[in-house]
């Protein structure tokens, strides 16, 4: 399973990854640091799983989500 993490603070990010390491079935294809760079991200990687930062600056996740 391909996954695209979302999340404007680096350390949330490193700190998902490094969790994540425990599951070889989830591969990350790439990190976002904002909603613009996650829509450009989406579009190239067409990644199967999102974790989403919920408040980001710029844009709500929930707002993310729903554009």
Same mark, same amino acid.
């Given at each position: 399973?391909? !996954?695209?993490?979302?999340?404007?603070?680096?350390? !949330?990010?490193?700190?998902? $990854?490094?969790?994540?390491?425990?599951?070889?079935?989830?591969?990350?294809?790439?990190?976002?640091?904002?909603?613009?760079? !996650?829509?450009?991200?989406?579009?190239?990687?067409?990644?199967?799983?999102?974790? #989403?930062?919920?408040?980001?600056?710029?844009? #709500?996740? $929930? $707002?993310?989500?729903?554009?």
């Amino acid at each position: 399973m391909r !996954a695209l993490i979302i999340d404007d603070e680096r350390l !949330a990010r490193k700190e998902l $990854t490094k969790l994540l390491e425990e599951h070889p079935s989830i591969e990350i294809v790439g990190e976002a640091m904002n909603a613009d760079e !996650a829509e450009q991200m989406i579009n190239e990687l067409n990644p199967d799983l999102l974790f #989403l930062d919920i408040q980001m600056p710029g844009m #709500l996740g $929930t $707002t993310f989500l729903q554009g």
